[in-house]
């Protein structure tokens, strides 16, 4: 296993993926950058720390310390768009989510270098998350990949206004049950928080590359406003302002209702069979 690459096993019929968590710059490639703080504002901050309660649930969690600056493994390998006509990052990012420049004029990744990280760190991203789905499904009828994502509220360049709390996507449709968006979806209108399902945020390539509801996989993936379990505070965002602490007290509520939406999915796993 490599040192970047966690993954623990469980035995219930739910696979958390957690691509964006991670923060580490190899030294290679933080030399070519701008900055480190830069490179590492886009993370998807304390995702792993807010379901930490998920091991209590028998689930399987796959999750790269890689920084998404570095290779994004839930961006297209071929290097196409998955929101064509949107701003949005790519396979190896060259901007910040602000759309500010990563790397130092003529350092960024050559072609060479993006297949190179694509070895390196991609493909045993992947080869992790297909061999979990296959020891998962070779246990139970139908599982659940439920992929973990957050983003600041506010990101002018990518989306208008303050982006709802839960960001539910499926790809339209297509790489779930009906009945698990529903499920999951009911769970969110008993919260106080605001739920949007498949609108800015469809799904990655993760949901929509491993989704196949007709073989018994059935992906989702969750994108949380960052307000909604952090003290965040709107407008552009700076290294003395972010990230903000993980506050457990204040991101209890969050807890609480993502612990209700997983044991939802349980649910549906069981019922599927």
């Excluded at 504002?41 to 920084?67: E, K, M, N, P, Q």
């Excluded at 003290?231 to 903000?244: H, K, L, N, Y």
Aim: glycine content about 6%.
């Amino acid at each position: 296993m490599q040192d970047w690459l966690s993954v623990t096993r469980g035995s219930a019929p739910l696979l958390l993926s957690m691509p964006h968590t991670g923060v580490q710059l190899p030294d290679g490639i933080e030399r070519s950058l701008i900055s480190p703080w830069r490179a590492r504002c886009d993370t998807d901050w304390w995702v792993d720390r807010l379901y930490d309660f998920a091991a209590s649930l028998d689930v399987t969690i796959v999750r790269t310390g890689i920084s998404r600056t570095v290779i994004d493994v839930n961006r297209d390998p071929s290097g196409a768009s998955l929101y064509p006509g949107l701003a949005t990052t790519g396979l190896c990012p060259t901007t910040t989510f602000d759309g500010e420049p990563l790397y130092r004029p003529d350092a960024e990744p050559t072609a060479r270098d993006i297949s190179e990280r694509t070895v390196r760190y991609f493909a045993p991203y992947h080869a992790a998350l297909a061999a979990e789905i296959a020891r998962l499904r070779a246990l139970h009828p139908a599982v659940v990949l439920y992929d973990c994502h957050s983003i600041r509220s506010r990101i002018p360049r990518l989306f208008a206004g303050e982006l709802p709390h839960f960001n539910l996507g499926t790809n339209s449709g297509a790489s779930c049950s009906p009945a698990l968006a529903a499920t999951v979806t009911a769970v969110c209108e008993r919260t106080p928080y605001t739920l949007v399902v498949d609108g800015r945020f469809k799904g990655g390539y993760i949901t929509r590359h491993y989704g196949d509801p007709a073989r018994g996989v059935h992906a989702l993936q969750m994108e949380l406003a960052c307000r909604g379990y952090l003290r965040e505070t709107p407008g552009p965002i700076a290294p003395q302002s972010w990230p903000v602490e993980y506050d457990m007290a204040y991101a209890i509520s969050m807890r609480t209702a993502l612990r209700s939406i997983l044991t939802g999915c349980l649910r549906f796993a069981a019922a599927a069979a």
